[in-house]
C-alpha cells in the first residue's frame, strides 16, 4: 500500500509567452480522497492548473503527477488514455451532447475505452439510478433542468471510474436551489471516497464542500487553508 498523493505538482510554472508566467512554481499535494477547491479571479492561474493536471496542457518547468501518473511526461495519446482511464471532468455549461439521450451521454467515456455494451450500459443505469435522473434516461439534454443536466454530467464523468473528479466551476450555470443539490451531491461523492479537485470563484461552495482551499494569485499558491467542514463535529 502507498500513501503517495492523488495530485503532486512540484514547482510546476506555465509560461505562453514573455510575459508574466501563467503559473509560477505551483507546488500542490492533494491525497486520495480528499477535496480541495481552488479559488481565483480571472487570470490568477485555476485553468493553466486543471490543464496540467487534465493532461491538456504541460508545464514549462516541473513536475506533475496524477495517481502516479507522470501526466507531464505523456504524448498527446497518452495523455488521451490516461484521461479516459483516471479523470473524470464536469463543466459549468455541461457539455451534453443534445443530439444524444441522456442514457447514451453517460455511455460515451464507455465507447472511448472499449468497454463492452453490456457492462457499460449495466454500469450507466447504476449512475443514473444512484444520482436520482434514470427517469430521464431516454430524454435530450435541453429538456432537463440544470441540476438535472449537471447530474447527467456528473454520471458521464464517473462511468469510467475514475481516480479523479475535475469540477471546473460546476455551479457557474445554475440557480441557488441547483447550486445546492450538486453540492450536496459532491459531498456524497467525496463521502464515498472520490477525490475531487474543485476550481471555483464561490467562497461560500469551496467553504462548505471541500476540506481545503487553496487560493491562487498571479499564477502562485497566496493561501492555503484547512476548511471547518474537515473538523470533526462535536458531539459525532
Same mark, same amino acid.
Given at each position: ?8 505538482? /512540484? ?20 491525497? #486520495? ?24 496542457? /504541460? ?6 503527477? &496524477? ?8 504524448? @498527446? #495519446? ?88 475535475? #469540477?471546473? @466551476? ?11 443539490? &450538486? ?23 469551496? #467553504? ?5 482551499? &487553496? ?22
Amino acid at each position: 500500500m502507498t500513501n503517495a498523493p492523488m495530485i503532486d505538482l /512540484r514547482e510546476a510554472t506555465k509560461k505562453y509567452d514573455d510575459g508574466p508566467p501563467a503559473l509560477a512554481g505551483v507546488t500542490l499535494s492533494v491525497a #486520495a480522497g480528499d477535496c480541495v477547491a481552488v479559488l481565483g479571479h480571472s487570470g490568477s492561474g485555476k485553468s493553466t492548473l486543471l490543464n496540467l493536471i487534465a493532461g491538456l496542457d /504541460r508545464p514549462s518547468s516541473g513536475s506533475v503527477t &496524477v495517481d502516479g501518473v507522470r501526466v507531464d511526461r505523456l504524448g @498527446e #495519446a497518452g495523455s488521451a488514455k490516461y484521461r479516459r482511464a483516471s479523470i473524470g471532468m464536469v463543466f459549468q455549461f455541461f457539455h451534453l451532447l443534445d443530439d444524444l439521450t441522456v442514457l447514451d451521454n453517460v455511455l460515451v467515456p464507455a465507447q472511448l475505452a472499449g468497454t463492452g455494451r453490456g457492462e457499460a450500459r449495466r454500469r450507466a443505469w447504476e449512475l443514473l439510478e444512484s444520482l436520482g435522473v434514470e427517469r430521464h434516461a431516454k430524454a435530450h439534454p435541453q429538456r432537463l433542468s440544470g441540476g438535472e443536466r449537471q447530474r447527467v454530467a456528473v454520471a458521464r464523468a464517473l462511468m469510467n471510474r475514475p481516480a479523479l473528479l475535475l #469540477a471546473d @466551476e460546476p455551479t457557474g450555470a445554475l440557480d441557488s436551489s441547483s447550486v445546492e443539490d &450538486v453540492r450536496q451531491l459532491l459531498l456524497e461523492l467525496n463521502a464515498e471516497g472520490q477525490t475531487i479537485l474543485l476550481v471555483t470563484h464561490d467562497v461560500q461552495l469551496a #467553504a462548505g464542500l471541500a476540506h481545503r482551499t &487553496v487560493e491562487l494569485v498571479d499564477g502562485a499558491i497566496a493561501r492555503d487553508v484547512v476548511n471547518a467542514r474537515a473538523l470533526p463535529a462535536v458531539g459525532r
